[in-house]
């Protein structure tokens, strides 16, 4: 049986867009146009509020509610009432022609969960059927390995260092001859590798002189 959604998430829209404050708008009229010629049964309802107007508000701001059926499926949209700067406009400054406006914007949204241009707003370019197959990519596989060689040569963490300076309290081992043998300025400056080495030949010392 033949994917009604995936029909219409097929069919490029790109032609038929415009960009405005960085978001892009489908065409209304032409979105309809398309939707109908493929399903003629498709209607779309305008929901009033208890008052009979076709905006809602809560006093503070306004928004509409559209529903679009298509094949017997209905897809809901809420969509607030907005300036061109897409922010709520206050419910006492609304006017009919910014109710209108939702409303058409919204009706393209409910006709976009039915697959026709939901692609633009998933902020993709083209339709799932018509994108480039990408070459799939050989991971070198030494990119993704740590390199341990390099590894031993970061220096040390200062919780590190912290653990050296205790071990030479207590041992009452030299620290000054330990780093000139180790060729650093302070035990900080080690690296892993010399840091480990260290903490070895302490505990050798240490053992040798119990």
Not at 90 to 117: E, M, W
Not at 143 to 170: C, G, T, W, Y
Request: charged share 25%.
């Amino acid at each position: 049986m033949n994917n009604y959604f995936t029909t219409l998430n097929n069919v490029n829209v790109n032609g038929k867009t415009e960009k405005k404050n960085g978001l892009t708008y489908l065409s209304w009229a032409w979105a309809w146009g398309e939707v109908k010629k493929l399903y003629p049964d498709t209607v779309y309802t305008i929901y009033e509020n208890d008052l009979g107007w076709n905006y809602h508000t809560d006093n503070k701001t306004a928004w509409v509610k559209t529903g679009v059926t298509v094949n017997g499926i209905e897809h809901i949209e809420y969509l607030p009432v907005m300036d061109y700067r897409n922010k709520s406009i206050p419910a006492d400054t609304v006017t009919s022609f910014d109710v209108n406006k939702a409303i058409q914007r919204s009706l393209t949204k409910a006709l976009a969960r039915h697959g026709l241009g939901l692609y633009i707003y998933a902020g993709e370019d083209l339709p799932e059927d018509e994108k480039p197959n990408e070459p799939v990519k050989k991971v070198d596989k030494k990119s993704i390995e740590p390199d341990f060689a390099e590894m031993a040569q970061d220096q040390i963490k200062q919780s590190q260092a912290n653990v050296l300076h205790e071990l030479i309290r207590q041992f009452g081992a030299d620290e000054s001859k330990l780093c000139q043998y180790y060729k650093v300025a302070t035990v900080e400056a080690m690296t892993n590798e010399q840091y480990s080495t260290a903490l070895v030949e302490l505990k050798k010392k240490y053992s040798k002189d119990k």
